[in-house]
């Protein structure tokens, strides 16, 4: 609740961090470090939580849904982790919204060739909308 966000690849300030969430080059729970930039990170859904039959290789995002969802879903919804409505939000929630997360910042194609249309509205195209364009003169991600 009161945690400090700070955005930085500088590796003296990433040690000094709690967490470390898609920086830092590094996945070790026990830490709270939840990169996948490893060129050997193949951890997916199915094979952190055996129980799930997804394997799309994760990001930082599945990653962090993956250890801490079902203790969050579980809180909002005043229920034991272990509560059938809390896995079947947990499966729903990772299959329709962050399984397509993961996909797409591992660079995985929704279909094999030639896509039939554009996708011009997901997630990462809204997200790509608030960063400055390639040639914008002033590249600094923190202007509102």
């Known amino acids: 609740q009161d945690a400090e966000i700070v955005r930085t690849r500088d590796p003296q ?23 996948h930039h490893q060129r050997s990170f193949r951890v ?3 094979s952190l939580r055996p129980d ?4 799309t290789r994760l990001s930082s995002a599945g990653l962090v849904y993956g250890h801490f969802g ?7 919804l005043g229920q034991p982790e272990d509560a059938p409505e809390v896995t079947t939000l947990f499966d729903k929630l990772y299959e329709n919204f962050v399984e397509e997360i993961d996909a797409i910042d591992n660079g995985i194609a929704q ?4 896509p039939r249309y554009a996708l011009t ?4 195209a809204r997200v790509s909308h608030l960063n400055p364009r390639w040639n914008d003169p002033d590249q600094d991600t923190e202007v509102g």
């Not at 799930?52 to 394997?55: E, F, V």
């Open 70 to 76: 079902p203790e969050i879903l579980a809180g909002l």
């Open 13 to 35: 300030l990433l040690a000094q961090c709690d967490v470390l969430v898609d920086v830092g080059g590094e996945y070790d729970p026990r830490r709270h470090r939840y990169d």
């Open 121 to 124: 509205t997901t997630l990462s």
């Open 111 to 114: 279909a094999e060739g030639e």
């Open 44 to 46: 997916s859904m199915g």
């Open 52 to 55: 799930k039959p997804w394997s």
